[in-house]
């Protein structure tokens, strides 16, 4: 099976019927077979259009069978080459059995149905005289009337890619949503800002930001051949994220497992799509590079913090997330500081004009709090300075000594883990010693092999 292909070729283990039109009239309908017993990693796909009059990679329109946590999902997606740039899906799946149908409905509704003709998603067009469903050279996948006037279009609901022409407007923002987790991450269109932000249940933290010089208000983006443009209400362009590459950009992406932002371009030469830009070029600098309660070393290493367990004085396993959440049924609480590291997310609570101990006091004070940052510059960490109160243990990473902050996490009273007593930061710099002390190492190792068969040579 070939996905590269540009073809009528339906691509699935188990298919029915399609068409590679790039426009689909009322009345069609086509249908794909799920499974009777759950596969997993199952993915059934039948391409119904593509829109082929343009250079490789064309936009493809499929719908698709996915395996699911034990469950088949139904979906209508959109593929630029073998990327996947829009799902019908992609914030609540559709679970099916038997079949998934895809359905033009002679009134102009465009629907997803299992069996029995129960509907599991719709676009909501019905009776707005839509006449044809219909992929643009945009890769918008649109309904449109008789005019050609536009009735629903995909690129009014993003997901987590951008493409090249579409726009978003301020208070829109793409989503993506890494395997295995509760958090999840957004880039966000605001007056000020174009930021990416970490989400957990009510929680918002933002870890990269793009401001435009002299506090100029954004109304609107639109990704164009050069990168990403900021433009005002005039639409009127008043700042830019410029790709470094001369290849036109195809699209923005927001990474689901890093959080991190890119700009692609198609390489002819690898046949691939490649990052011309990143907003985040650094390991340790993505929110959740480490589990929760994980520290970003200076080798992008994730470690832990190593507390002792009420049963038989066992050393937890960076697994500290359940003994870490019982403050607010009355665990008794103390504040570990943790010398020589940060967290990267922003936008926590703030108080300002506060001493550490201050500081440390008000999340020992409130039971949801687990960790508080006190900056103090360079005036020593007994000055006043700023206080972050945080919610969430997570994005932090390993900074020099003298950074003018400190970092604490609130801990249960009496499980710090003391191992000769060496402090919390030691045992980092042990770990960070040892991995350095290996490389350096092998290079000396290397370079003693070298002159020592150049010598053999030699004689």
């Given at each position: 099976?070939?996905?590269?292909?540009?073809?009528?070729?339906?691509?699935?283990?188990?298919?029915?019927?399609g068409?590679?039109?790039?426009?689909?009239?009322?009345?069609?309908?086509?249908?794909?077979?799920?499974?009777?017993?759950?596969?997993?990693?199952?993915?059934?796909?039948?391409?119904?259009?593509?829109?082929?009059n343009?250079?490789?990679?064309?936009?493809?329109?499929?719908?698709?069978?996915?395996?699911?946590?034990?469950?088949?999902?139904?979906?209508?997606?959109?593929?630029?080459?073998?990327?996947?740039?829009?799902?019908?899906?992609?914030?609540?799946?559709?679970?099916?059995?038997?079949?998934?149908?895809l359905?033009?409905?002679?009134?102009?509704?465009?629907?997803?149905?299992?069996?029995?003709?129960?509907?599991?998603?719709?676009?909501?067009?019905?009776?707005?005289g839509?006449?044809?469903?219909?992929?643009?050279?945009?890769?918008n996948?649109?309904?449109?009337?008789?005019?050609?006037r536009?009735?629903?279009?995909?690129?009014?609901?993003?997901?987590?890619?951008?493409?090249?022409?579409?726009?978003?407007?301020?208070?829109?923002?793409?989503?993506?949503f890494?395997?295995?987790?509760?958090?999840?991450?957004?880039?966000?269109?605001?007056?000020d800002?174009?930021?990416?932000?970490?989400?957990?249940?009510?929680?918002?933290?933002?870890?990269?930001?793009?401001?435009?010089?002299?506090?100029?208000?954004?109304?609107?983006?639109?990704?164009?051949?050069?990168?990403?443009?900021?433009?005002?209400?005039?639409?009127?362009?008043?700042?830019?994220?410029?790709?470094?590459?001369?290849?036109p950009m195809?699209?923005?992406?927001?990474?689901?497992?890093?959080?991190?932002?890119?700009?692609?371009?198609?390489?002819?030469?690898?046949?691939?799509?490649?990052?011309?830009?990143?907003?985040?070029?650094?390991t340790?600098?993505?929110?959740?590079?480490?589990?929760?309660?994980?520290?970003?070393?200076?080798?992008?290493?994730?470690?832990?913090?190593?507390?002792?367990?009420k049963?038989?004085?066992?050393?937890?396993?960076?697994?500290?997330?359940?003994?870490?959440s019982?403050?607010?049924?009355?665990?008794?609480?103390?504040?570990?500081?943790?010398?020589?590291?940060?967290?990267?997310?922003?936008d926590?609570?703030?108080?300002v004009?506060?001493?550490?101990?201050?500081?440390?006091?008000?999340?020992?004070n409130?039971?949801?709090?687990?960790?508080?940052?006190?900056?103090?510059?360079?005036?020593?960490?007994?000055?006043f300075?700023?206080?972050?109160?945080?919610?969430?243990?997570?994005?932090?990473?390993?900074?020099?000594?003298?950074?003018?902050?400190?970092?604490?996490?609130?801990?249960?009273?009496?499980?710090?883990?003391?191992?000769?007593?060496?402090?919390?930061?030691k045992?980092?710099?042990?770990?960070v010693?040892?991995?350095?002390?290996?490389?350096?190492?092998?290079?000396?190792?290397?370079?003693a092999?070298?002159?020592?068969?150049?010598?053999?040579?030699?004689?």
């Amino acid at each position: 099976m070939n996905l590269h292909l540009i073809s009528c070729v339906l691509v699935s283990i188990l298919v029915t019927h399609g068409t590679c039109d790039s426009l689909i009239p009322l009345a069609h309908r086509a249908s794909l077979a799920v499974p009777l017993q759950y596969i997993d990693g199952f993915i059934g796909r039948a391409f119904v259009m593509a829109y082929t009059n343009q250079v490789e990679p064309s936009f493809r329109v499929a719908l698709t069978v996915e395996a699911n946590q034990e469950r088949y999902s139904c979906s209508l997606q959109v593929f630029l080459g073998d990327v996947k740039v829009w799902s019908s899906g992609h914030y609540s799946n559709f679970y099916t059995f038997d079949v998934c149908v895809l359905e033009l409905t002679q009134d102009g509704d465009l629907q997803l149905k299992g069996p029995k003709d129960r509907v599991g998603w719709r676009t909501g067009t019905s009776r707005q005289g839509v006449q044809r469903l219909q992929i643009l050279r945009t890769g918008n996948l649109v309904l449109v009337d008789v005019l050609n006037r536009i009735k629903w279009q995909s690129f009014n609901f993003p997901t987590d890619v951008m493409l090249w022409g579409q726009r978003l407007d301020v208070s829109t923002w793409l989503t993506s949503f890494p395997r295995n987790s509760t958090s999840f991450y957004t880039f966000e269109i605001r007056h000020d800002r174009v930021a990416l932000y970490l989400n957990s249940g009510k929680l918002k933290y933002s870890y990269w930001e793009f401001k435009p010089s002299k506090n100029r208000n954004i109304t609107f983006v639109e990704l164009g051949s050069k990168g990403l443009e900021l433009l005002n209400d005039k639409h009127k362009k008043i700042a830019q994220i410029a790709s470094w590459k001369v290849q036109p950009m195809r699209f923005l992406a927001l990474g689901n497992r890093t959080g991190n932002l890119g700009l692609y371009f198609y390489s002819p030469t690898t046949q691939k799509f490649e990052a011309s830009f990143q907003a985040l070029n650094s390991t340790c600098d993505l929110p959740l590079a480490c589990k929760p309660y994980g520290i970003c070393t200076f080798s992008n290493a994730c470690s832990c913090i190593r507390l002792l367990t009420k049963e038989n004085d066992l050393v937890s396993d960076c697994n500290n997330e359940g003994i870490l959440s019982h403050f607010c049924s009355g665990t008794q609480a103390e504040m570990l500081e943790l010398i020589g590291v940060i967290s990267i997310l922003k936008d926590a609570p703030k108080r300002v004009n506060v001493t550490k101990t201050t500081c440390a006091n008000l999340c020992l004070n409130d039971c949801k709090c687990v960790a508080a940052l006190h900056s103090y510059g360079d005036y020593g960490d007994s000055s006043f300075g700023e206080c972050s109160l945080y919610w969430l243990v997570a994005g932090i990473k390993q900074v020099e000594r003298g950074s003018g902050s400190s970092y604490m996490v609130k801990v249960p009273k009496g499980s710090r883990y003391h191992q000769s007593k060496p402090s919390v930061k030691k045992w980092i710099l042990i770990l960070v010693g040892v991995v350095d002390g290996l490389i350096i190492i092998l290079a000396l190792g290397g370079l003693a092999y070298y002159f020592i068969h150049k010598r053999r040579n030699n004689s």
